[in-house]
């Protein structure tokens, strides 16, 4: 991981613009204007740049590393493939030499087992060649690219921000509309940063040998926990993750010894250096401004027992694109831009702090140390209210809920966000615009008590089939948003819902 430094900054709104002196031993050259400006060309800087630059804006990617070059995140999720086709760049993790994960090696409570992928085509991937990639794809896209060059410095203006990045000798002014921050755990700018997960650090190191693990392998111990990770040129990465105030670096190799990470190895040799990485769950308050955004880990960290970081590095970047594109193209939708984003990063990280408590609690039932403690889920579920089966209402006059309300939520709509109705039920998570792809707001705004489920699906199939307007009564049904009609029920009009804005 990338710890170098980097000059942090503050906004302030309505300042006027700071002459910048040069560094007395650098040459300034001409500034750069840009729409956007990227710092950081890692998978988030480099999706949001040319995601960017897609939707017509001008886009400039600052990189302070020569690549390809050495990163955690070796091994990917399968839902990176997917994000991958839908950027068009299907053949990327190919042609990065990627490896396809079929089995993990678990030994989670005592007994090594061989779990299959159930959503095959995980990858192990060679972060210095995909990401690489990755950003040859930004260029291609129009993206201009500043590599290696370091951010130093920023000053807010009145409708964005004067940058300073230094590119060997010479000190490059910047003027940008927008700051995107995607330095990962560098910071290139500040933040307040709420933890989500107990403070963990990672130890790691790359080995040679013989007989190296052809499996990603995942081990708990008494007080850490182990990930051994080959990588596609051969080598072997393996991770130690402790608390801090426990280990320091100098117990590495003790600690991998105790776990079965290179069990069986033979003549094996580190080959590169005992490194430290902060491995800690947070999310940053202040993810994103009118004129600022941060995406991937310098906006969300997920614990890394997921692996499922880059996946989400690439979706906020995505979205963050659409965000940024909102905010610079149709400021009056700006309100609704930056709650999406808020919004789908706290539900993102709140998902995943309750997966890998709940993993991390199955550890804690055979170990009963700190270390566990600190990580096991203390939240209990609430008794879930059973929920109506589908079958056995196909001549029920149905109602809708009168728990249902229509609330505005903003969403994605091509390349902007904007305010759509949704569905909020006390069933729900959240509120819910669109099911299998459909808008259903208008089609259950006409819906009228004692309808029967062919009925209501007769009454929209001018948008959708018949087959499908049946299936999506019985997702209403399944989930409680349409009842049994009986005496008053029957007759609830829509428009006694209440409508409000979130």
């Not at 094996?268 to 990485?277: C, G, N, T």
Request: charged share 20%.
């Amino acid at each position: 991981m990338d710890f170098g430094t980097l000059f942090p900054c503050t906004e302030a709104p309505d300042v006027p613009e700071v002459p910048c002196e040069p560094y007395a031993f650098e040459a300034v050259v001409k500034a750069i204007q840009t729409d956007a400006c990227v710092i950081g060309g890692g998978p988030a800087g480099s999706v949001l740049a040319a995601q960017l630059a897609a939707l017509g804006n001008r886009a400039l990617l600052v990189e302070r590393a020569e690549f390809p070059r050495r990163h955690l995140g070796e091994s990917l999720t399968p839902g990176v493939r997917s994000l991958l086709q839908a950027l068009g760049a299907g053949d990327l993790a190919n042609e990065a030499g990627a490896s396809t994960v079929d089995s993990v090696l678990v030994n989670w409570d005592g007994e090594l087992r061989e779990r299959t992928d159930p959503e095959a085509g995980g990858m192990l991937v060679d972060r210095g060649r995909f990401d690489a990639l990755l950003l040859k794809r930004a260029r291609e896209s129009g993206v201009e690219v500043l590599q290696p060059a370091v951010f130093r410095d920023c000053f807010p203006l009145a409708e964005g921000w004067r940058l300073m990045v230094q590119r060997g000798g010479e000190t490059i002014p910047i003027i940008a509309r927008f700051l995107a921050d995607a330095s990962g755990r560098a910071f290139a700018t500040r933040g307040r940063k709420r933890r989500t997960g107990a403070r963990t650090t990672a130890f790691y190191a790359y080995w040679q040998g013989s007989d190296l693990p052809r499996q990603p392998r995942i081990e708990a111990g008494s007080d850490a926990w182990y990930w051994g990770v080959p990588i596609p040129d051969g080598t072997c990465n393996t991770l130690v993750f402790v608390d801090a105030r426990t280990y320091t670096p100098d117990r590495f190799q003790e600690l991998v010894a105790r776990s079965g990470l290179l069990k069986g190895c033979r003549d094996i040799h580190l080959v590169s250096p005992i490194k430290a990485a902060d491995a800690t769950a947070y999310l940053d308050e202040e993810s994103i401004t009118r004129h600022s955004i941060k995406v991937g880990d310098a906006a969300l960290t997920i614990d890394p027992l997921s692996s499922s970081g880059v996946q989400k590095a690439i979706q906020t970047a995505l979205s963050g694109a659409v965000v940024v594109n909102t905010l610079l193209r149709k400021p009056e939708s700006s309100e609704a831009a930056i709650e999406f984003y808020r919004s789908s990063l706290a539900d993102a990280s709140e998902r995943h702090s309750q997966w890998a408590g709940e993993y991390f609690s199955a550890a804690a039932a055979t170990r009963k140390t700190e270390f566990w403690r600190r990580r096991a889920s203390t939240s209990l579920t609430a008794e879930a209210k059973p929920l109506l089966s589908p079958s056995g209402f196909a001549d029920q006059p149905l109602a809708l809920s009168p728990d249902l309300t229509f609330v505005d939520l903003p969403c994605i709509e091509g390349g902007f966000v904007t305010l759509k109705s949704a569905l909020q039920h006390p069933s729900l998570d959240r509120p819910v615009t669109f099911v299998g792809g459909y808008e259903m707001p208008p089609l259950v705004q006409r819906v009228r008590g004692g309808m029967k489920p062919i009925e209501i699906a007769l009454l929209w199939s001018d948008r959708v089939s018949i087959k499908t307007g049946l299936s999506l009564a019985g997702w209403l049904l399944g989930k409680g948003l349409l009842i049994p009609a009986t005496g008053k029920s029957a007759q609830i009009p829509i428009r006694q819902m209440t409508t409000f804005r979130v």
